[in-house]
């Protein structure tokens, strides 16, 4: 079992330093915000992460502020997982999110899967 999550911590890590998806990643279970792009860390701020129960599912709420007057065009997605850290849905489909200079918005998801009980955001600049 240790071998196991040693090789989905390595698969993830492997993941963020990829060119297609360096950006921004978000822990919901953890409250942890990892920047792997550090003009993204100096202009996009993280103000709340929430966790919450919509009829029996999961719901993942996470606020961002732009430190910058120009604006943002990104794409996120939601990764959901149960109580022992395995992913529940699959892939979601990239969304677009465009946040205007010094604005604060809100991005939501809530799981398809009723076991889902923890989730994480990935955000990168959409590159279209």
């Given amino acids: 079992m240790k071998k196991f999550v040693l090789v989905i911590l390595s698969m993830f890590a492997v993941a963020g330093c990829t060119t297609n998806t ?10 942890k915000v990892l920047f792997a792009n550090d003009s993204m860390s100096r202009s996009l ?3 709340d992460i929430t966790t919450t129960v919509v009829d ?14 120009s604006d943002h065009d990104l794409l996120y997605r939601f990764y959901w997982y149960d109580d022992r850290g395995l992913e529940v849905s699959k892939l979601g489909n990239w969304r677009r999110l465009i946040i205007r200079g010094e604005e604060t918005v809100s991005i939501s998801e ?11 955001v990935q955000i990168r600049n959409n590159n279209d």
């Fill in 45 to 47: 701020a993280v103000n």
């Fill in 22 to 31: 360096s950006g921004l990643r978000i822990d919901g279970n953890e409250q």
């Fill in 56 to 69: 029996g599912h999961t719901q993942g709420i996470v606020s961002l502020s732009s430190n910058i007057s």
């Fill in 110 to 120: 809530i799981s398809v899967n009723p076991s889902a009980t923890q989730f994480r």
